[in-house]
């Protein structure tokens, strides 16, 4: 009976339109002072606003978004987490985001959908797998799952790829995390807003920063298209914006902005429930998972140069989706739904920079490459406590600006599977 009453009531609430549904989160003025304005309401805002007043009682919190709540990098990604990462330092962080990302769901009563379906790094050469092979080895010496597969191995655990069907580059085995996964990326936005929110969070939307404002040589908020918001601390977290935004806050950062492609087909029967890695010779790499809703969703590498445009450049989506038809050779006949471009600001070595700016209340998370979505729970605790206490936590202390000044980078590149041919 519950069951029919549910559906009723979820025909009469479609029926009604948009009156009848109830918003996640309040929409807010800018209410100032704040103890903390975050610039950016994308997965690490939001996230560091709610740990900031979760665990730290910071509660005149403001979270600032030029556009709207997901419509940034959260929402413009493959949902991609994993944790199978090569240097220590990494390996650290994002193995705390995934174990948070194992919880998040309880912790904010919100479905996630997170999906610990398996990430598996394909290899095409022998030399690939002893790549592979010493990246594996240092994840379980830190206690890291991780699995090194032969090409029997790698047909066992995922029968669709056919590992005997004739390839330009054929497929010699694979690493496997299983723990690794998907996470639904808008439900991540949604949850943290609507729980930040809960604890006093005003998320401002459609509220753009133009610079800070100082009052006696100290930051005393900032100036908006909203007008003049006054708060003691500022964080940004503005993902591919970074470089711009604080160019115009007077802050020279290492950083440049790339688009990464991503694509989704139409939607098709079950036809994958794990996420491939493949890439070969010659500059061709895809990254796929099968979504809820049926669609292929795939990326590739960046494009070659700095843009901020957000559009998808045709060369790039053809070199993605012929990288994909050569791993799952029947996807040729799939219709490509839509395609996009999210925009990754990169540093040097590949790593993020967590750093609060010199001495003033200005802190800084951003230059997250490849790997911003998966360590939105991670990041915005730790960041959290760099606000909160003025001190960045052991896990984030790799992060700081200061490493390209004293050559202690962490040359990742994201972890792609092959360092030497990136």
């Given at each position: 009976?519950?069951?029919?009453?549910?559906?009723?009531?979820?025909?009469?609430?479609?029926?009604?339109?948009?009156?009848?549904?109830?918003?996640?989160?309040?929409?807010?003025?800018?209410?100032?002072?704040?103890?903390?304005?975050?610039?950016?309401?994308?997965?690490?805002?939001?996230?560091?606003?709610?740990?900031?007043?979760?665990?730290?009682?910071?509660?005149?919190?403001?979270?600032?978004?030029?556009?709207?709540?997901?419509?940034?990098?959260?929402?413009?990604?493959?949902?991609?987490?994993?944790?199978?990462?090569?240097?220590?330092?990494?390996?650290?962080?994002?193995?705390?985001?995934?174990?948070?990302?194992?919880?998040?769901?309880?912790?904010?009563?919100?479905?996630?959908?997170?999906?610990?379906?398996?990430?598996?790094?394909?290899?095409?050469?022998?030399?690939?797998?002893?790549?592979?092979?010493?990246?594996?080895?240092?994840?379980?010496?830190?206690?890291?799952?991780?699995?090194?597969?032969?090409?029997?191995?790698?047909?066992?655990?995922?029968?669709?790829?056919?590992?005997?069907?004739?390839?330009?580059?054929?497929?010699?085995?694979?690493?496997?995390?299983?723990?690794?996964?998907?996470?639904?990326?808008?439900?991540?936005?949604?949850?943290?807003?609507?729980?930040?929110?809960?604890?006093?969070?005003?998320?401002?939307?459609?509220?753009?920063?133009?610079?800070?404002?100082?009052?006696?040589?100290?930051?005393?908020?900032?100036?908006?298209?909203?007008?003049?918001?006054?708060?003691?601390?500022?964080?940004?977290?503005?993902?591919?914006?970074?470089?711009?935004?604080?160019?115009?806050?007077?802050?020279?950062?290492?950083?440049?902005?790339?688009?990464?492609?991503?694509?989704?087909?139409?939607?098709?029967?079950?036809?994958?429930?794990?996420?491939?890695?493949?890439?070969?010779?010659?500059?061709?790499?895809?990254?796929?998972?099968?979504?809820?809703?049926?669609?292929?969703?795939?990326?590739?590498?960046?494009?070659?140069?700095?843009?901020?445009?957000?559009?998808?450049?045709?060369?790039?989506?053809?070199?993605?989706?012929?990288?994909?038809?050569?791993?799952?050779?029947?996807?040729?006949?799939?219709?490509?739904?839509?395609?996009?471009?999210?925009?990754?600001?990169?540093?040097?070595?590949?790593?993020?920079?967590?750093?609060?700016?010199?001495?003033?209340e200005l802190f800084l998370n951003g230059g997250w490459c490849y790997g911003g979505f998966k360590a939105?729970?991670?990041?915005?605790?730790?960041?959290?406590?760099?606000?909160?206490?003025?001190?960045?936590?052991?896990?984030?202390?790799?992060?700081?600006?200061?490493?390209?000044?004293?050559?202690?980078?962490?040359?990742?590149?994201?972890?792609?599977?092959?360092?030497?041919?990136?």
């Amino acid at each position: 009976m519950a069951r029919r009453f549910s559906a009723l009531q979820l025909l009469l609430d479609a029926a009604r339109g948009p009156a009848s549904c109830k918003p996640l989160w309040p929409r807010r003025s800018p209410s100032g002072p704040y103890d903390v304005i975050i610039v950016g309401g994308g997965g690490h805002g939001l996230a560091t606003a709610y740990y900031l007043a979760r665990e730290f009682g910071v509660r005149r919190i403001a979270v600032l978004e030029r556009t709207l709540i997901g419509y940034g990098n959260v929402g413009r990604n493959t949902t991609i987490v994993r944790s199978n990462y090569l240097l220590p330092q990494n390996q650290r962080f994002y193995e705390d985001s995934l174990r948070r990302w194992r919880t998040l769901a309880r912790e904010l009563n919100f479905n996630i959908m997170y999906s610990p379906r398996g990430v598996l790094d394909l290899a095409v050469a022998d030399e690939d797998l002893v790549a592979l092979r010493r990246r594996g080895n240092a994840m379980r010496l830190s206690g890291i799952d991780a699995e090194l597969l032969d090409r029997s191995g790698v047909a066992r655990f995922v029968p669709e790829l056919d590992v005997a069907a004739p390839r330009q580059f054929p497929l010699v085995g694979g690493l496997l995390q299983r723990r690794g996964g998907t996470v639904r990326h808008d439900a991540v936005a949604w949850g943290y807003a609507r729980a930040a929110a809960a604890l006093g969070v005003d998320i401002i939307e459609r509220c753009e920063v133009l610079a800070l404002a100082r009052r006696g040589g100290r930051i005393a908020g900032v100036e908006s298209d909203l007008g003049f918001i006054a708060g003691e601390r500022v964080a940004l977290a503005v993902a591919g914006r970074t470089a711009s935004l604080a160019a115009r806050l007077g802050v020279a950062l290492p950083l440049e902005t790339h688009l990464l492609q991503a694509c989704v087909t139409e939607p098709v029967k079950p036809m994958l429930d794990t996420v491939l890695i493949y890439m070969f010779p010659g500059g061709g790499e895809v990254y796929v998972s099968q979504s809820d809703r049926g669609g292929l969703v795939f990326g590739g590498m960046l494009d070659g140069h700095p843009s901020m445009t957000q559009t998808g450049a045709v060369s790039r989506v053809r070199d993605v989706c012929r990288a994909l038809t050569a791993l799952l050779p029947r996807t040729a006949d799939l219709r490509l739904l839509r395609h996009w471009a999210g925009m990754n600001d990169m540093t040097m070595d590949g790593s993020p920079i967590i750093d609060k700016l010199g001495s003033e209340e200005l802190f800084l998370n951003g230059g997250w490459c490849y790997g911003g979505f998966k360590a939105i729970p991670a990041s915005g605790r730790a960041y959290a406590e760099l606000i909160a206490r003025g001190e960045a936590p052991e896990l984030i202390r790799p992060f700081r600006l200061s490493r390209f000044l004293t050559g202690q980078v962490l040359d990742e590149k994201g972890a792609g599977p092959f360092p030497a041919r990136q």
